[in-house]
């Protein structure tokens, strides 16, 4: 089978997460992402620690990555693969007293550390060719290129604007295009390219509630919107809402490659796969 089969399998028969997260002694999960080709689940805890998850194997295996200093309380925000799943990166929550938390990058391959940047971040993504990866704080959005050092190298940073600061940027990574969509939590969205430093486009939604993630469906015609209190899907071209789904998600959703299913995470740890058609 495919490598995405083997994630529909693995999801099939491991419909709750308890079954492969992290033992409560060890801490919550509380990011989780899956990888593009399907191979691998990653999942960031309480205590800061990075297990990836080979769901390829029987039975399933995991590796700890090294690499970040675990800090109880203050755990992971955000874990991300790159396009071609070669890539993880994980960042850890802005530090309140203004401390900046590193970004980590690993090696899929050989679960090795590639690049770090020691940058406040709240959320991560790579972009298309996955050589770029995008992390986001309260005032900035910054480009990083992965370099041959063990240093990721800025190359754009975005301010901000100041009335948007009360909560975290969103973001997603444009699925074929070099460029990232930011969300505001006054509903504004800005697609930036970071190559060249320009707005491409901009749009406004009405939102009852924070974003606290964005997904874009593989063919990039669906934008899936998470808030405190449920998950829009937006149709781009045609500008409209194609449903809303009303509950707590443990992390953001995700598609699969032939854009055909969605993927849920609820906050009891359970998985939900929906019919993307039928919504």
Request: net charge negative; hydrophobic share 40%.
């Amino acid at each position: 089978p495919t490598t995405r089969g083997t994630l529909l399998h693995a999801l099939h028969h491991n419909i709750h997460l308890i079954a492969i997260l992290p033992d409560k002694n060890r801490g919550c999960a509380e990011t989780v992402a899956f990888s593009p080709n399907g191979r691998f689940l990653a999942v960031g805890d309480t205590t800061s620690t990075v297990t990836l998850y080979d769901l390829s194997t029987s039975p399933i295996t995991k590796q700890a990555l090294t690499g970040l200093v675990p800090k109880r309380g203050d755990g992971l925000v955000a874990v991300t693969f790159s396009h071609d799943s070669q890539y993880l990166a994980a960042a850890h929550h802005s530090a309140p007293n203004g401390e900046k938390m590193p970004i980590v990058v690993w090696d899929t391959n050989n679960y090795q550390v590639i690049a770090t940047a020691q940058e406040p971040s709240n959320a991560i993504a790579f972009l298309s060719d996955g050589k770029q990866l995008i992390s986001t704080s309260y005032d900035s959005i910054v480009a990083w290129e992965l370099t041959s050092g063990q240093e990721l190298k800025e190359f754009a940073r975005l301010s901000v604007p100041a009335n948007s600061r009360q909560y975290f940027p969103a973001v997603a990574a444009h699925p074929t295009e070099p460029a990232v969509l930011i969300g505001y939590n006054d509903g504004q969205f800005d697609l930036w390219s970071p190559l060249n430093s320009e707005l491409i486009d901009s749009f406004t939604l009405e939102l009852d509630a924070a974003m606290t993630g964005l997904t874009y469906h593989p063919d990039s015609s669906i934008l899936a919107i998470q808030t405190f209190n449920k998950i829009i899907l937006w149709d781009i071209e045609q500008d409209k809402i194609i449903a809303e789904l009303r509950t707590t998600y443990l992390a953001p959703t995700a598609f699969s490659e032939d854009g055909q299913k969605m993927l849920l995470i609820h906050s009891d740890e359970t998985l939900e796969i929906l019919d993307v058609n039928s919504l």
